[in-house]
C-alpha cells in the first residue's frame, strides 16, 4: 500500500492527525494510569477484589468502545461474549481442569468465533437495524446457556478454581492474582490503542465518518468492519473470562441484555472514541454499584439521575471534555 493509500482514511475521515504532542501526552497518561493501578493495592484503601471487577469491566468498555467509538457501530449484543468468555473459561477451569492461562484462552476463543458468526449475521445492517440484530442474536445466546447443562442454569457455575498461572503465579493470592489482572488490562490496552493509531484504524475512523466515500477509495467496508467486530468480542471474551477466575463463578448475569446496556453506560459517561474514556467510565459505573449498594433498589434510580447529569454536563463524556478543554486552552495560547 502506497504512502497516498494510508492517507487515505484519514482524509476520508475529516480528523486532524494526532500528532507527536497528542502521543506523549497519551504516553504520559498511560504511565501514571499504570503507576496508581499498581500502587493503589499496596495502600490499602481499596479491597484488590473491587479493583479487579473494575479491570475486567474496564477491558470489557475498551473492547466495545472500539466498535462503537471508531467504527460507529451500536450493539445491544455485546453481553453473549462477556458471558461467553465466563461461562468457557468456568467450565473448563472447574470440569476439564483447565489452568487459567488455557481457561483464559478457550473463553476468548469461544467469544471470538461466536463474534464471526453474529458479525456475519449483522455486520450488513446499519443503525439501529443492526443494533436490534445483535440484540436478538444475544437473546438467543441467553436463552442456550439458561437451558444448555453445563451452565446449571439460574444457578449458573459456581466454585471455579482460580489455580496457577503458567505453574508459577497462585492465583487463590489476592495481590497476586491483582497483578495478574492488572497486566492483562495493560497488555488489552495497549493493544486496543495500537490496534485505533494503525492504518487499520484509520480505514476504522474513515469508514464511521464517511463510509460511502471509504468504499469510493477501494475499500471492502464489511470485511473491515466485520474485522473490528470480531476483535471486539474476543477483547469482550477476555475480560469475561478473567471475570469469572476473580469472581469464581459465571452466571446469567453476564449475558442479560442489561449488562449490554452497562456496558454502553460506560463508554458514555467516560468519552466514546476516547482511549482512556472508557476505563474512567467502567471505574465510574462499578464503584456507584459498590458504594450505593446499601440504597437497594434506589441504586439504579440514583444511578439514572447521574448518568442524566453526565450527558447534560460533559456531552462528550469526562474524558471527552477534558481533551476538549485542552484542546481550547491550546488554541487561546496561540
Same mark, same amino acid.
Given at each position: 500500500?502506497?504512502?497516498?493509500?494510508?492517507?487515505?482514511? =484519514? $482524509?476520508?475521515?475529516?480528523? *486532524?492527525?494526532? +500528532?507527536? @504532542? /497528542?502521543? #506523549?501526552?497519551?504516553?504520559?497518561? %498511560?504511565?501514571?494510569?499504570?503507576?496508581?493501578?499498581?500502587?493503589?493495592?499496596?495502600?490499602?484503601?481499596?479491597?484488590?477484589?473491587?479493583?479487579?471487577?473494575?479491570?475486567?469491566?474496564?477491558?470489557?468498555?475498551?473492547?466495545?468502545?472500539?466498535?462503537?467509538?471508531?467504527?460507529?457501530?451500536?450493539?445491544?449484543?455485546?453481553?453473549?461474549?462477556?458471558?461467553?468468555?465466563?461461562?468457557?473459561?468456568?467450565?473448563?477451569?472447574?470440569?476439564?481442569?483447565?489452568?487459567?492461562?488455557?481457561?483464559?484462552?478457550?473463553?476468548?476463543? =469461544? $467469544?471470538?468465533?461466536?463474534? *464471526?458468526?453474529? +458479525?456475519? @449475521? /449483522?455486520? #450488513?445492517?446499519?443503525?439501529?437495524? %443492526?443494533?436490534?440484530?445483535?440484540?436478538?442474536?444475544?437473546?438467543?445466546?441467553?436463552?442456550?446457556?439458561?437451558?444448555?447443562?453445563?451452565?446449571?442454569?439460574?444457578?449458573?457455575?459456581?466454585?471455579?478454581?482460580?489455580?496457577?498461572?503458567?505453574?508459577l503465579f497462585d492465583l487463590s493470592q489476592q495481590q497476586t492474582?491483582?497483578?495478574?489482572?492488572?497486566?492483562?488490562?495493560?497488555?488489552?490496552?495497549?493493544?486496543?490503542?495500537?490496534?485505533?493509531?494503525?492504518?487499520?484504524?484509520?480505514?476504522?475512523?474513515?469508514?464511521?465518518?464517511?463510509?460511502?466515500?471509504?468504499?469510493?477509495?477501494?475499500?471492502?467496508?464489511?470485511?473491515?468492519?466485520?474485522?473490528?467486530?470480531?476483535?471486539?468480542?474476543?477483547?469482550?471474551?477476555?475480560?469475561?473470562?478473567?471475570?469469572?477466575?476473580?469472581?469464581?463463578?459465571?452466571?446469567?448475569?453476564?449475558?442479560?441484555?442489561t449488562m449490554s446496556g452497562e456496558v454502553v453506560l460506560m463508554?458514555?459517561?467516560?468519552?466514546?472514541?476516547?482511549?482512556?474514556?472508557?476505563?474512567?467510565?467502567?471505574?465510574?459505573?462499578?464503584?456507584?454499584?459498590?458504594?450505593?449498594?446499601?440504597?437497594?433498589?434506589?441504586?439504579?434510580?440514583?444511578?439514572?439521575?447521574?448518568?442524566?447529569?453526565?450527558?447534560?454536563?460533559?456531552?462528550?463524556?469526562?474524558?471527552?471534555?477534558?481533551?476538549?478543554?485542552?484542546?481550547?486552552?491550546?488554541?487561546?495560547?496561540?
Amino acid at each position: 500500500m502506497t504512502g497516498a493509500t494510508h492517507a487515505a482514511p =484519514a $482524509a476520508a475521515s475529516g480528523a *486532524a492527525p494526532s +500528532g507527536p @504532542l /497528542a502521543a #506523549r501526552a497519551e504516553i504520559l497518561a %498511560f504511565l501514571v494510569m499504570a503507576g496508581l493501578l499498581a500502587a493503589l493495592p499496596l495502600t490499602g484503601l481499596i479491597y484488590p477484589y473491587f479493583l479487579m471487577q473494575a479491570l475486567c469491566f474496564a477491558i470489557f468498555a475498551c473492547a466495545f468502545n472500539l466498535l462503537i467509538g471508531y467504527v460507529g457501530l451500536l450493539s445491544f449484543g455485546h453481553a453473549m461474549f462477556l458471558g461467553t468468555g465466563g461461562y468457557i473459561a468456568a467450565h473448563t477451569a472447574k470440569v476439564w481442569g483447565f489452568p487459567p492461562e488455557l481457561a483464559i484462552l478457550a473463553g476468548l476463543a =469461544a $467469544a471470538g468465533a461466536i463474534g *464471526a458468526v453474529v +458479525g456475519l @449475521l /449483522a455486520i #450488513r445492517r446499519q443503525g439501529i437495524y %443492526f443494533a436490534m440484530t445483535t440484540l436478538a442474536l444475544s437473546q438467543m445466546v441467553y436463552f442456550v446457556y439458561l437451558q444448555a447443562p453445563f451452565t446449571h442454569g439460574e444457578d449458573g457455575i459456581q466454585s471455579v478454581p482460580q489455580g496457577r498461572l503458567f505453574g508459577l503465579f497462585d492465583l487463590s493470592q489476592q495481590q497476586t492474582f491483582y497483578y495478574v489482572v492488572l497486566a492483562v488490562f495493560l497488555i488489552a490496552f495497549l493493544l486496543i490503542r495500537r490496534i485505533v493509531n494503525s492504518p487499520f484504524g484509520d480505514i476504522l475512523k474513515a469508514i464511521r465518518e464517511n463510509e460511502p466515500r471509504a468504499i469510493s477509495l477501494g475499500y471492502r467496508t464489511e470485511r473491515y468492519k466485520l474485522m473490528a467486530f470480531v476483535l471486539s468480542a474476543t477483547l469482550a471474551g477476555l475480560a469475561g473470562s478473567v471475570k469469572a477466575l476473580v469472581a469464581q463463578n459465571a452466571s446469567l448475569t453476564d449475558v442479560h441484555w442489561t449488562m449490554s446496556g452497562e456496558v454502553v453506560l460506560m463508554c458514555l459517561v467516560g468519552g466514546l472514541g476516547t482511549i482512556f474514556g472508557p476505563v474512567i467510565g467502567a471505574v465510574v459505573i462499578i464503584a456507584m454499584q459498590q458504594y450505593l449498594a446499601g440504597f437497594g433498589q434506589w441504586v439504579l434510580v440514583i444511578q439514572g439521575v447521574i448518568f442524566i447529569a453526565c450527558v447534560l454536563a460533559f456531552r462528550r463524556g469526562i474524558v471527552g471534555e477534558i481533551i476538549a478543554f485542552a484542546q481550547w486552552r491550546s488554541a487561546e495560547k496561540r
